[in-house]
């Protein structure tokens, strides 16, 4: 504005402005002047040349032109009606190729309306969609926008780079957002780093009745000193008596986003005479366009730039995406996130990838969004109808030559039904053991699977195992460890693989993140890590249970250990780790007065039976029964672990029983010792069932092996061993899905009749399977 004026005077009308590259174009008239483009990087000249760049269109109009008369009668108001004319005509055109890009994709439309659904904006969506590449499935789809939102939400890079000595720090923003309990928050934790001597308060709030009160509350807690000021010479001179090391922590008072002394407060706090730092309090609760007012109305209020943001009452938002939303398009790096109401504790330091997946996992604890539209919705709006791209006969000759040598066998040829077996090779999309297993297939073949990319996709997996279990009707996420003996390449002397393996409470597979392998190599895992001495094997079983604790968030994590030493057992419960330990029938615990086994105490045990198995469990058959047929009993006691030198531990043995229902045969008797940590609420039930997935999970154990030979046997190239371990445990759970899972059972019977067998498939059958329905798939997307 301020160059507009000084090339057409105080009287200068903004035609319209678009960015370019470099800076913003500005198209400006006047009373006696034709329009002329001012390019904000360049100062504006006022002579009648056409500026650098300027097209002639743009030029001014001679005198003595065709229709001059005309523009210098009414100037302005046709300008103006250019203008409109003109951003009417590119809003326009953007929303036709918008539009056609959500009916050209429908993966674009469907990942659309998913993230409306978590709160974020249509302007965001639309700027980050149109770059989401072609032909990817809805949960690839998804996983890439969470990606975006990784790499363009800025946050602080650490707190250390805020608390530096002779800080100045502002936070600033709307009535009842939060900052004076947020203030108080940052204050406990400057007083933790550097002591009271080196923090003062000061409020600006004397405007709100018992503000400054509040404040002083918090500092006599502190023990810093605090001063109310409320204008900027008084906050000038207090500023100048307090030390250069000493950090200024300042409360303002809370001024809507629509009221002009926002630029009064602005312009006290730049002039004090001391950099200050403002940061913006962004109300979590709000909506997502008064979150945008009120970011765009602090960030050109004519005072210091803002530094970042604090999202505050978190604890009571129903979805984070407008706030996160609003810190990406106005580039505001979250500094921290309040999450309720007690001082210091209910303030965190989060990562981007926390705090999208905080974004992805709290909403789903909320009903359905009201204020997003459906699929139905968007169905009427865009009145989109399927529209098939005609193929010659000579494409589809070759389409079913190539698809009909991916299903011949042995036995011959069975008639090829392109559009079936498209069908159910689609429902690899829906499974997030499968998806996640064809993706790194894929990969193979492009060499992609680097030590980053498993580190990467580890992090990845895990993320989407989350997001995975916050969709489902599941809260509790089971995390198994097993162990399987691989000969790798050509060595006499097997090594030892440690596979963590994730599931929901009712046994549906979720993904396989982690990875470990020892032996004669020495020791690797697939994040990276490779040293040449071996862990002892307890360690590398808590190395695996310590990395799933550090990415759950806020789910509940139960692991499954297969025994495992006292020592082990003593660890989890001193990090207060939820754990359940299979233990054999011999196993001796200390009980009421003296010592006895688990062989002799379930003979004591009074058994109680599990109601609705077939319901709670979405598995299709246990130890090789169907659901249906089998019993599950149950019983509960307390015992305790009694070692010389270490302090007794006590824990709950629980018998699980599974018989025949109609014979009464016992099928299997196991016995789990349990520490529940947080989930005090555990009943004896889920107990039960998870010790019976536990032992389902030996499957994907025993596909391990043939797995990893057809990783081998696939690949033109000799592999790097942990690329193929990662591939082969994805394979294995994906394995592991198809044969156990209720809800996998369509694309089993597919597997099936592509190897034309009727029986049961083994499981080397069963990953040639995997593999040749992966080959299809892939064909099918190229045809």
């Not at 789809?141 to 790499?151: I, K, Q």
Request: charged letters at 20%.
């Amino acid at each position: 504005m301020r160059q507009v004026r000084l090339a057409l005077g105080p009287d200068a009308l903004i035609v319209s402005n678009r960015r370019v590259n470099g800076g913003v174009e500005i198209l400006a008239t006047d009373a006696t002047a034709s329009a002329v483009p001012a390019p904000a990087v360049a100062p504006m000249q006022e002579s009648q040349s056409a500026p650098v760049g300027m097209s002639p269109a743009a030029m001014p109009v001679p005198s003595n032109a065709p229709y001059a008369g005309v523009s210098q009668q009414q100037p302005a108001e046709l300008m103006s009606a250019i203008g409109a004319m003109r951003g009417a005509l590119e809003n326009r055109i953007d929303e036709l190729l918008w539009s056609n890009q959500l009916q050209r994709a429908p993966e674009t439309l469907s990942l659309f309306q998913t993230l409306l659904g978590y709160g974020f904006s249509t302007a965001l969506l639309r700027a980050m969609l149109k770059r989401m590449p072609a032909h990817l499935n809805d949960r690839a789809a998804f996983e890439w926008a969470r990606h975006e939102l990784d790499t363009h939400l800025p946050v602080l890079p650490s707190e250390d780079r805020l608390w530096q000595p002779g800080l100045a720090l502002a936070l600033v923003g709307p009535t009842g957002v939060g900052k004076t309990t947020t203030i108080a928050k940052l204050a406990a934790r400057c007083v933790k780093r550097f002591g009271p001597d080196k923090l003062v308060l000061i409020t600006t709030d004397t405007y709100r009745i018992g503000a400054h009160e509040q404040l002083k509350i918090y500092a006599d807690i502190l023990r810093v000193p605090v001063h109310v000021e409320q204008d900027s010479a008084g906050l000038r001179q207090l500023l100048l008596t307090i030390r250069p090391d000493q950090i200024i922590l300042i409360d303002n008072v809370g001024i809507s986003q629509r009221d002009s002394f926002v630029a009064d407060q602005a312009a006290l706090l730049s002039s004090a005479g001391r950099r200050i730092q403002r940061l913006l309090a962004l109300n979590a609760s709000s909506h997502g366009d008064t979150l945008d007012e009120v970011a765009r109305v602090y960030k050109t209020d004519g005072g210091t730039p803002l530094s970042g943001c604090i999202i505050t009452k978190v604890d009571e938002a129903s979805r984070l995406g407008p706030a996160l939303d609003t810190a990406i398009r106005y580039q505001l790096p979250v500094h921290y996130v309040s999450d309720g109401q007690k001082v210091p504790e209910n303030l965190r330091f989060m990562t981007a990838k926390q705090l999208v997946d905080m974004a992805f996992t709290r909403t789903a604890y909320n009903s359905k969004a009201l204020y997003a539209p459906t699929a139905g919705d968007l169905a009427a709006l865009l009145s989109v109808a399927e529209q098939k791209e005609s193929v010659s006969d000579a494409d589809d000759l070759a389409r079913k030559q190539k698809l009909t040598s991916l299903v011949m066998s042995g036995a011959g040829m069975r008639k090829l039904d392109v559009e079936g077996l498209r069908k159910h090779s689609s429902a690899i999309e829906h499974s997030l053991p499968l998806s996640a297993a064809f993706d790194s297939w894929r990969d193979l073949s492009s060499g992609q699977l680097d030590t980053p990319y498993l580190a990467e996709q580890a992090e990845d997996l895990m993320r989407s195992a989350i997001h995975e279990l916050s969709e489902s009707t599941g809260t509790v996420m089971l995390s198994s460890y097993q162990a399987v003996n691989i000969a790798i390449n050509d060595e006499p002397e097997k090594s030892k693989a440690l596979l963590t393996n994730l599931c929901t409470e009712h046994g549906e597979a979720l993904a396989a993140p982690l990875q470990q392998l020892a032996g004669p190599m020495g020791w690797l895992n697939t994040v990276g890590e490779h040293v040449l001495k071996e862990p002892q094997w307890a360690d590398q079983l808590l190395q695996a249970v310590q990395w799933v604790e550090a990415r759950r968030n806020t789910t509940a994590v139960m692991h499954m250990l297969d025994g495992f030493t006292p020592s082990v057992w003593q660890a989890l419960v001193a990090a207060d780790t939820a754990f359940m330990a299979s233990v054999p029938l011999g196993s001796r615990f200390w009980h009421e007065n003296g010592t006895t086994s688990a062989a002799a105490r379930i003979k004591q045990m009074q058994f109680n039976a599990v109601s609705d198995l077939s319901r709670k469990l979405k598995l299709q058959q246990l130890v090789g029964q169907s659901i249906p047929s089998l019993t599950l009993w149950v019983a509960k006691e307390r015992v305790s672990i009694r070692q010389r030198g270490v302090a007794e531990l006590p824990l709950d043995l629980v018998a699980v029983r599974l018989t025949d229902r109609y014979s009464g045969a016992v099928l299997r008797d196991m016995v789990v010792l349990v520490y529940a940590g947080a989930m005090s609420m555990l009943s004896e039930a889920d107990v039960a069932m998870w010790a019976i997935l536990q032992h389902e999970q030996r499957l994907v154990g025993r596909l391990l092996i043939p797995a990893w030979r057809a990783v081998h046997d696939e690949s033109s190239v000799e592999l790097p061993v942990a690329q193929q371990l990662r591939l082969a445990a994805l394979l294995a759970l994906a394995g592991s899905d198809l044969q156990s899972g209720s809800s996998q059972q369509g694309l089993y019977g597919q597997l099936q009749l592509l190897l034309q067998q009727r029986n049961t498939l083994s499981a080397p059958k069963l990953v040639e399977a995997i593999l040749r329905c992966f080959a299809l798939k892939e064909a099918l997307q190229e045809a």
